[in-house]
Nanobody
């Protein structure tokens, strides 16, 4: 049974940092693409970062330079380091797993498994 469990969310001031974790069970990171997505109130879910089975990383232009995705095979965990947080980064953050990128790392239809999400609130 595949399971993804996010953690690490919370309340942080603008300019601060958070590191989110996605613990994956039931699959091997070397065989799957892991993506981070977020959904703010009243907005559509959007891609934040992605790491493919070969370890290549992808970021939308809006997050490039502020967010960093990484993985630890020993812990079967994918991390999202978020620096320079802004109020507009407030959202529920989800990790997801898919077998491969066919069209775009942000195409949510290409992800088969999703976590339950973790809330990130950026506020002073």
């Amino acid at each position: 049974q595949v399971q993804l469990v996010e953690s690490g969310g919370g309340l942080v001031q603008p300019g601060g940092s958070l590191r989110l974790s996605c613990v994956v069970s039931g699959l091997t990171l070397d065989d799957y693409v892991i993506g981070w997505f977020r959904q703010a109130p009243g907005k559509e879910r959007e891609g934040v970062s992605c790491i493919d089975s070969w370890g290549r990383t992808y970021y939308p232009d809006l997050m490039a330079g502020r967010f960093t995705i990484s993985r630890d095979h020993a812990k079967n965990t994918v991390y999202l380091q978020m620096d320079g947080l802004r109020t507009e980064d407030t959202a529920v953050y989800y990790c997801a797993a898919g077998r491969r990128i066919l069209t775009s790392p942000w195409n949510q239809d290409e992800y088969d498994y999703w976590g339950q999400g973790t809330q990130v609130t950026v506020s002073s």
